[in-house]
């Protein structure tokens, strides 16, 4: 928190201070610009008009200054052991460019780190006990790399234009922008490659089939395309009915394939009662007819 804001609505909570003058002293500490921005709600403050500014000071003078912020981005990070279904920690970043990695059971804070601007993608490789690197895709066209230990970015990328997507693939990173282009680059910031798309990126996803050792990148389009990437080369090219916002479809697909089984399993349970209905038809006979 801002000390002296924190201080002046302390001021108001005795009765020290009025509206009028915390209004005039939060705008005198919002020019200062001291490096810390004030807090949402003597940012709300300032831009009430000047007959709401006492209501608003009555009912929130007694409730204590909190910074709060919202996600922007949020993915995971494989705690001990990297196979896809161990134990992953939460790996969340907020608009007040702070990076959070959670703790799995009690959902504590394990890192915070800080970048310079606010995230809008972000990714992970590694493991959290051993060694992991946390990429983050920035409003100011800047991918910072983040690694165990550090408090701050080590590495910067500069984009051409706003990030519109970021993958992370083996060693390198992949990043869709707002230009309609499609690039990659080495953790260190060297760029390997960079493609023209004939569209604007709707959404990026990797497609991992670990049984056959193959990675590529799906990149769809606004023109109702989705792309195969392996790296700068187009290896397919699929046409939707639909512009496609999210190509993770995997629990859909799941169900679509599985949903024939769904009709088919009522029948499995009859099929014992077809094999005994003859003998309901029967058992009338052996009282009939006993041996």
């Known amino acids: 928190l801002n000390q002296m804001e924190n201080d002046l609505w302390l001021q108001v909570k005795e009765d020290k201070m009025d509206a009028t003058m915390l209004r005039e002293a939060l705008e005198t500490v919002c020019k200062e610009n001291t490096g810390v921005p004030l807090t949402a709600r003597s940012l709300k403050f300032l831009r009430l008009e000047p007959e709401d500014c006492q209501p ?7 409730v204590p200054l909190k910074r709060q912020s919202v996600t922007t981005c949020i993915t995971t990070l494989h705690k001990s052991y990297a196979e896809r279904d161990a134990v992953s920690c939460l790996v969340m970043a907020s608009e007040n460019s702070y990076i959070y990695v959670l703790d799995p ?11 310079p601007s606010a995230p809008v993608f972000i990714t992970t490789t590694g493991l959290y006990d051993v060694d992991y690197c946390i990429y983050v895709a920035c409003r100011d066209a800047t991918i910072y790399t983040l690694k165990k230990g550090d408090t701050g970015p080590q590495y910067r990328i500069s984009l051409s234009s706003q990030p519109c997507g970021l ?3 083996d060693k390198t990173i992949i990043t869709g922008a707002m230009d309609n282009s ?6 260190k ?3 390997q490659w960079c493609v023209s798309l004939p569209d604007t990126i ?11 050792g193959y990675k590529a990148v799906l990149v769809a389009l606004a023109n109702k395309e989705v792309r195969v990437y392996r790296d700068r080369f187009l290896v397919n090219s699929i046409i939707m009915d639909v512009g496609v916002v999210s190509p993770k479809l ?9 949903f024939p089984m ?17 003998m309901f038809l029967m058992f009338p006979m052996f009282l009939m007819f006993p041996m």
């Open 56 to 62: 608003f000071v009555s009912v929130f003078k007694h």
């Open 105 to 115: 059971e009690a959902f504590t804070i394990l890192t915070r780190m800080k970048v």
């Open 167 to 169: 993958l992370s693939v």
């Open 182 to 187: 499609l690039s990659c680059h080495l953790p």
């Open 189 to 191: 910031g060297k760029r």
């Open 202 to 212: 709707t959404c990026m996803e990797v497609m991992d089939q670990q049984n056959r």
């Open 250 to 258: 995997y629990s859909m697909l799941l169900m679509f394939l599985m």
């Open 262 to 278: 769904f009709l088919m399993f009522p029948m499995f349970l009859m099929f014992p009662m077809f094999l005994m209905f003859p």
